[in-house]
């Protein structure tokens, strides 16, 4: 079964630091593209960071630059997204994805993806809420 699952999502002050991770299962990421999705409430679902299968291309949303990093480590088949100064607009639930690298022309694409082929995948999703 393909699989992604989310974790390290919690309650943290503005200014603080959260580290997300998600485990693939059923597949291998090694051909794949990456990304973090984040929903807020009442608003549509955005990208804020992606990277290549290689670990080489990264994009990042104007908001998140700078505070945001995206890595992988394709041996333990996960994907992490360190965040940094966390401000409280950075509250939601946040998703990877992954899709095969034959399927995205560009990081910023990937980042814009709504949905994903049939070998992609969405993860269940991690609440982060950033809150004095």
């Known amino acids: 079964q393909v699989q992604l699952v989310e974790s390290g999502g919690s309650v943290v002050q503005p200014g603080g630091s959260l580290k997300l991770s998600c485990t693939a299962s059923g597949f291998t990421l090694d051909y794949y593209e990456i990304g973090w999705f984040r929903q807020a409430p009442g608003k549509e679902r955005e990208g804020v960071a992606c990277?290549?299968?290689?670990?080489?291309?990264?994009f990042y949303a104007d908001s998140v630059k700078g505070r945001f990093t995206i890595s992988r480590d394709n041996a333990k088949n996960t994907i992490y997204l360190q965040m940094d100064n966390l401000k409280p607009e950075d509250t939601g639930v946040y998703y990877c994805?992954?899709?095969?690298?034959?399927?995205?022309?560009?990081?910023?694409?990937?980042?814009?993806?709504?949905?994903?082929?049939?070998?992609?995948?969405w993860g269940q999703g991690t609440q982060v809420t950033v809150s004095a």
């Open positions: 990277m290549d299968r290689h670990g080489r291309m990264t």
């Open positions: 994805v992954a899709e095969h690298s034959a399927l995205v022309v560009n990081m910023e694409a990937m980042c814009a993806l709504t949905t994903t082929s049939s070998v992609g995948s």
